[in-house]
């Protein structure tokens, strides 16, 4: 299961500016990097009067682009993603997913703390924090410290707490589930159940010997 981290602060702490230092010192050693990023007041992708916006103004629910080497998901969401559902659909091939936010959440976390932005942390050791970047001398008890100005000590900490001798494993799901739109979360070995069971059942029928793949929908 791929690995994840949030950084947390405030706004305005430094949060995207610590990630984009972290990642390229990440990517030089090798290491494949997702990020995760919680926008609180919403965001928009679209500008006025490109196709897409123009798709999505038209009524789609979803579009996505595709050119040769990106492809992009707007989609709308009823309700709000938690950060393991967001990795199990939408994130793979990858060794680590760092977070912005979700300070929430209950995966483990470096907050942010810049002098004149902030005086008091967010999260403490029973929210899972396991580190703390500042640009000033606090007193933590349990937690450990890191300048704010060293963002090379703050990757080799990463490195060391989620990468370092992690073997990568393939993350090939062999059956997937949907229920209303929305990717349940299956165990693998539930997931191996599921596909031997079905492929047995389809085998059974004309032309189902050598499937490959099968998708079943069910409307009620």
């Given amino acids: 299961m791929i690995p994840i ?3 947390v602060g405030k706004s305005n702490s430094g949060k995207t500016t610590l990630i984009a230092k972290v990642i390229p010192i990440l990517v030089k050693k090798g290491y494949r990097i997702a990020t995760i990023k919680h926008c609180a007041h919403g965001f928009e992708m679209d500008k006025e009067g490109k196709d897409t916006w123009k798709h999505k103004k038209a009524g789609a629910k979803a579009i996505v682009a595709v050119s040769d080497k990106r492809l992009a998901l707007i989609t709308d969401i009823k309700d709000r993603y938690k950060l393991e559902e967001i990795r199990e659909r939408f994130i793979d091939d990858v060794d680590l997913i760092i977070a912005e936010g979700y300070k929430t959440e ?8 810049r002098n004149g932005n902030s005086k008091k942390l967010l999260c403490s050791k029973d929210d899972n924090l396991i580190a703390v970047v500042s640009d000033r001398k606090i007193r933590l008890k349990g937690v450990l410290l890191m300048d704010l100005n060293k963002p090379k000590d703050v990757a080799g900490f990463i490195e060391q707490r989620f990468l370092k001798n992690k073997k990568r494993l393939s993350r090939k799901e062999k059956a997937y589930l949907f229920v209303n739109g929305r ?3 299956i165990k693998p070995f539930v997931q191996e159940w599921f596909a031997k069971s079905i492929k047995a059942m389809v085998s059974t029928l004309r032309g189902g010997e050598k499937a490959k793949r099968i998708d079943i929908s069910i409307e009620d």
């Fill in 183 to 185: 990717k349940l979360i």
């Fill in 5 to 7: 981290v949030s950084i």
């Fill in 106 to 113: 209950r995966y483990q976390k470096i907050e942010v703390l």
